[in-house]
């Protein structure tokens, strides 16, 4: 989808859309188009149930007095609740609206809306923001799709007087969308093709942007100890590897301790010697979605030249069944020097994430310490997949996450943790073993992750498993590969760690 921005005048050919406030009452380019098509739009709202709710939607077709193919009037609520995320609500439905219907343009006519907490050129840009993300498609793999089947819709342009404005501050917007579809399109890929090393090659594409990128290989790994990660990875024939994304972008203190993002990348999950069942199993290739997040996040940061010093660490595995895989019972060691009885090969996200932790914090004392992973089942049982669980050893993190995630849609909430959980995972022969049991499953994972934090380095938890594959469209995010946690994780870095 290309995106535009322009002054208003009225289109020539194509789709228009306009904005209608709860109630019905019609802004003034609504006004105009009504007023050019003989009263066809109020005559539509008339005989219709059209109110201008959130997201609601009326098209008129073939209007005459106006050279359009069809008019979508579309619902905007209430003026004093039109902010960022209803702004790109809005676009995201004009796109979904249009997307099949044979347009191969729309123009969006814009109002200023008085009493909404964005301003003209805001609104604009976040329309296109919602428009952009919502016209995302992962289409490379159909080669019979009908002419007819195949989304029409190429681009929207937003009219409004703020044009320039709406340019300038739609530029960034449009960065973090590339850093999100690039997430997208890393889960999407079967694991046939997204194998740890094919994975580190994507994430080493970065260094295009600007970012510094380094890869360990097993070899490296094992000098380090990594004997958990490792021992994940001693069943497959795709060898391991360990990613670093460095990006650069504080003002003046270069070596300033960065934020460190640190993502699960099992490219393929099927659970190693405690097998998964069969049905169902292909959705394990979004095992590294963490790792996409981290990767797309990167992408993000730099395309937008946060002034920030980010680091993104991304362990890559696959967890295979095989003559050479770990059993159930085997005792690993860890970079940090703590052993693991791995009581269920399944358990696996956790025992790449501690070496990875380990590896980052010897390395470069982050001054925080985020990650993400598609860690548990559980997770999914507690909250279904309209939160992704957070879990946290600081309040201040913790509120900055949850703030960030109300505001740009991506919701988080959060566990738990304590110490009669902790106990769950003592060992009889090891200091930890894997699992804790069925109960607080998502706890006692994220309790194990905790054990190979330092004293005194602030970190959180985000287990992504509900909602990094989502079955249903939603306004800003067609069904598929969500891409959930770049808009967070760029909201957040840029609310609290820009200088
Ligand atoms: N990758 C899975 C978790 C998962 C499940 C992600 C469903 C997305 C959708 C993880 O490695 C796993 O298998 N976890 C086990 C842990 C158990 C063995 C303690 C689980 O959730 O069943
Ligand atoms: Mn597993
Ligand atoms: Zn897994």
Redesign the pocket.
């Known amino acids: 989808m290309k995106i535009s921005f322009a002054s208003p005048k009225l289109p020539r050919g194509g789709a228009l859309a306009v904005g209608v406030l709860e109630g019905g009452d019609l802004g003034a380019a609504a006004k105009d188009v009504d007023e050019a098509t003989d009263g066809a739009l109020s005559r539509a709202i008339g005989s219709s149930r059209f109110a201008g709710k959130s997201n609601q939607t009326l098209i008129v077709n073939a209007p005459s007095g106006l050279d359009a193919t069809r008019v979508v009037l579309v619902g905007l609520g209430k003026a004093d609740g039109l902010d960022a995320r209803a702004a790109q609500a809005v676009g995201g439905t004009i796109v979904a609206t249009l997307e099949k219907s044979g347009d191969g343009a729309v123009t969006v006519a814009l109002d200023a809306v008085s009493e909404a907490p964005l301003d003209a050129a805001r609104l604009a840009a976040n329309i296109g923001y919602g428009a952009l993300l919502r016209g995302y498609r992962f289409d490379k793999y159909r080669t019979k799709e009908k002419a007819d089947d195949k989304p029409s819709l190429k681009r929207l342009t937003v009219t409004t007087a703020e044009h320039a404005r709406a340019r300038a501050a739609f530029r960034p917007l449009g960065e973090v969308a590339e850093g999100v579809f690039l997430t997208r399109d890393l889960v999407s890929e079967p694991a046939n093709v997204i194998f740890p090393a094919s994975l580190a090659e994507r994430a080493e594409a970065l260094t295009e942007h600007g970012v510094e990128v380094e890869i360990l290989d097993e070899k490296r790994m094992a000098k380090l100890g990594m004997g958990a990660l490792l021992g994940v990875a001693q069943g497959s024939a795709n060898a391991p590897r360990l990613v670093t994304m460095r990006w650069n972008g504080a003002p003046r203190a270069r070596d300033k301790q960065p934020i460190a993002f640190v993502g699960?990348g099992?490219t393929f999950?099927t659970?190693g010697i405690?097998i998964?069942p069969s049905g169902g199993m292909e959705?394990?290739k979004?095992?590294m979605?963490g790792a996409g997040v981290v990767i797309g996040l990167m992408r993000a940061l730099a395309g937008r030249k946060a002034r920030v010093n980010a680091v993104g660490m991304i362990g890559l595995v696959e967890?295979m069944p095989s003559a050479t895989a770990q059993r159930p019972g085997d005792v690993v060691t860890s970079m940090s020097g703590q052993t693991v009885e791995v009581i269920?090969t399944?358990?696996?996200?956790r025992l790449v994430l501690c070496d990875v932790f380990w590896y980052c914090q010897e390395k470069y004392r982050p001054s925080v310490i985020v990650d993400l992973?598609?860690?548990?089942?559980?997770?999914?049982i507690s909250l279904g997949h309209e939160n992704a669980g957070l879990f946290a050893n600081d309040d201040t993190l913790a509120d900055r996450l949850v703030s960030a995630g109300g505001a740009v849609g991506e919701p988080v909430w959060r566990m738990p943790l304590g110490d009669a959980y902790d106990r769950q995972i003592d060992s009889d022969i090891a200091d930890m073993k894997?699992?804790?049991g069925?109960e607080g499953?998502?706890i006692?994972?994220a309790q194990f992750l905790q054990r190979f934090i330092k004293e005194g380095t602030p970190w959180a938890h985000l287990d992504i498993?509900?909602v990094?594959?989502s079955k249903k469209n939603a306004p800003t995010v067609p069904k598929g590969g969500t891409g959930f946690g770049v808009r967070l994780l760029d909201r957040l870095v840029r609310e609290h760690y820009e200088g």
């Open positions: 699960k099992v999950d659970g405690s998964k959705d394990m979004w095992d979605g967890n269920n399944d358990a696996e996200g992973a598609t860690l548990t089942g559980a997770i999914i894997n699992v804790g069925r499953g998502s006692t994972a498993a509900g990094t594959w």
